[in-house]
């Protein structure tokens, strides 16, 4: 009932900057919390950001200061800024969203997932 695109994903050198886009469409009454996970080879998921409907914002330790996730309500877009990029940094990133549906039940979807890469 609710597809999520992400976008923007690639190769980046150290130092360098990405940004994420991700597109929720479908029968959507309401975006309620939207973030960002990801997956780094042989280690689990893990939440990176996080921001509310009335836009509070939560980071990982080791993002912070780096990373910036905003949200475009009028687009039905989530988005995860990232600088000063680091090979730890590598991972699939995917958007999640927490949403109330045009019939007011409440689910949780996934995105696909972009690879990131960070390398010299």
């Known amino acids: 009932q609710v597809q999520l695109v992400e976008s923007g994903g690639g190769l980046v050198q150290p130092g360098g900057s990405l940004r994420l886009s991700c597109v929720a469409s479908g029968s959507i009454l309401r975006l309620n919390t939207m973030a960002w996970y990801r997956q780094a080879p042989g280690k689990e998921r893990e939440l990176v950001a996080v921001?509310?409907?009335?836009?509070?914002?939560e980071y990982a330790d080791s993002v912070k200061g780096r990373f910036t996730i905003s949200r475009d309500n009028a687009k039905n877009t989530v988005y995860l800024q990232m600088n000063s990029l680091k090979t730890d940094d590598t991972a699939i990133y995917y958007c999640n969203v927490d949403v109330t549906l045009r019939n007011l039940l409440r689910r949780n979807y996934w995105g696909q997932g972009t690879q990131v890469t960070v390398s010299s």
């Open positions: 921001v509310t409907s009335d836009g509070s914002t």
